[in-house]
């Protein structure tokens, strides 16, 4: 069976623009998560959504968004990019949520110019 | 505000030694996962730890959840170069925070030379 994968693997955006980073998870998950991660740093919670619905935000400005679709794939919207907004975006899924064992994709890596 | 925090930050050793990298929280976890990272990959599950006291062996890797479910360990033996990575400590249900969310560290660099 695929892992999940993450499109596009790599990106170069200058300040203001904006970005949507893709997901897709192993196929029969449900839920999916989305982290940033920053070098030296462990992965931090962007946003879970399980069966389509929003179950968990973190601590991350308006600027990022994000939507799960009916095949479960899911998409991250980050707007008014910043330079701090350079980092690996990871895109996590599982059969229903995070007491269940995440499997990662290799993640996007998001450069800001 | 929900922390977890890992020990050392890094580690070189020889192959051969044995290492603990520690995962400690004021944060009660109902469930805490292990992660293994190498560069230019996601973070790779090693091991889910849910029951307070838990001991779980992965070949020459041991995990052990604390009896209050605040903080964990992992002891490697005799270390080889293939071990090499970025281990990761992630909290699952800690209560007072969000249920939708892992918790992670801030990582164990681990570099071993043959």
């Known amino acids: 069976d695929a892992g999940v994968t993450q499109s596009p693997t790599h990106l170069i955006k200058t300040r203001g623009q904006h970005v949507t980073l893709r997901c897709s998870p192993i196929?029969?998950?449900?839920?999916v998560s989305w982290y940033q991660q920053v070098l030296g740093q462990g992965p931090q919670f962007i946003f879970q959504y399980y069966e389509k619905e929003e179950r968990g935000r973190g601590n991350f400005p308006d600027r990022f968004s994000a939507r799960q679709f009916p095949n479960y794939s899911s998409e991250l919207n980050v707007n008014a990019l910043l330079l701090g907004d350079s980092a690996l975006y990871l895109c996590a899924s599982s059969l229903r949520g995070v007491n269940q064992p995440q499997h990662f994709g290799d993640g996007t890596r998001l450069s800001i110019l | 505000t929900q922390l977890l925090e890992q020990s050392p930050q890094f580690l070189s050793i020889q192959e051969g030694e044995n290492l603990t990298v520690y995962c400690n929280s004021s944060?009660?976890?109902?469930?805490l996962q292990w992660y293994r990272q190498e560069p230019g990959e996601g973070p790779v599950l090693l091991v889910t730890v849910v029951t307070g006291g838990e001991v779980k062996k992965l070949k020459r890797l041991t995990f052990q959840f604390g009896d209050a479910r605040k903080d964990s360990s992992l002891h490697i033996t005799a270390a080889q170069p293939g071990d090499t990575g970025l281990y990761l400590c992630a909290g699952a249900g800690g209560y007072g925070g969000s249920q939708g969310n892992l918790i992670f560290g801030k990582g164990t660099k681990l570099s071993v030379k043959p």
């Open positions: 196929s029969g998950h449900k839920s």
């Open positions: 944060s009660v976890f109902s469930s």
